[in-house]
């Protein structure tokens, strides 16, 4: 079975530009979670969507955002990109997302770098 | 607020050598605890988990964790490593209601020597 796949593997923006990153969870997984990973730290939370509907949200600005769709898809938006928006930007997907016994499985991730 | 600590940033071992990656966490209420490996060029990878019962739990590749509630601690521990564990190390915590987030430590690079 394939894994969360992410696409793209790499981009290179300017800053100010809009991004949209996308991201396909394992095949019966209802629920997606977006982390950023900035070189040198650990992952951290923006959002979590389950059965379309957002779950979670961490402590990132509005210029965020994301949806998912009805086949589980997902898409992380990036509005006014800053140079602080560079990072490997990490998908997860899990089978319900509503019980606490879940375990998340991380996709291949994106590198985004804004010049 | 909630938060997780990684002891070491960067821990050198040769082969054979035991390790003990030290983590403790910080979290109002009931925790799941996780370690997650990275191998370069790889992705995350779960390498075991603790919901509840015996604190002693063993995951993948020989890796074991020990939870200690009084201690806030979720150390990792594998009796002798290899040069393939050469990877990056996460500890993370989450909270045991649904929907709630994964937070992660800062994480630790092991280099293993052959």
């Known amino acids: 079975d394939a894994g969360v796949t992410q696409s793209p593997t790499h981009l290179i923006k300017t800053r100010g530009q809009h991004v949209t990153l996308r991201c396909s969870p394992i095949?019966?997984?209802?629920?997606v979670s977006w982390y950023q990973q900035v070189l040198g730290q650990g992952p951290q939370f923006i959002f979590q969507?389950?059965?379309?509907?957002?779950?979670g949200r961490g402590n990132f600005p509005d210029r965020f955002s994301a949806r998912q769709f009805p086949n589980y898809s997902s898409e992380l938006n990036v509005n006014a990109l800053l140079l602080g928006d560079s990072a490997l930007y990490l998908c997860a997907s899990n089978p319900q997302g509503t019980t606490s016994t879940d375990t998340q499985y991380f996709g291949p991730g994106t590198r985004l770098t804004v010049l | 607020a909630q938060s997780v600590s990684q002891h070491n940033h960067h821990v050198i071992l040769s082969e054979a050598a035991s390790l003990e990656l030290g983590c403790n966490y910080s979290?109002?209420?009931?925790?799941?605890l996780f370690w997650y490996v990275q191998y370069p060029g790889q992705h995350l990878q779960l390498l075991l988990k603790?919901?509840?019962?015996?604190?002693l739990v063993k995951g993948i590749k020989g890796f074991e964790a020990e939870f200690i509630k009084s201690k806030f601690s979720f150390n990792l521990r594998k009796p002798s490593v290899q040069w393939s564990d050469t990877a990056e190390y996460f500890c993370?915590?989450?909270?045991?209601?649904?929907?709630?987030?994964?937070?992660f430590g800062k994480g630790t690079t092991l280099s293993v020597s052959s």
């Open positions: 603790y919901f509840s019962g015996d604190p």
């Open positions: 095949s019966g997984h209802k629920s």
């Open positions: 969507y389950y059965e379309k509907e957002e779950r």
């Open positions: 979290y109002g209420g009931t925790v799941n």
């Open positions: 993370v915590a989450r909270g045991n209601q649904a929907g709630t987030a994964l937070i």
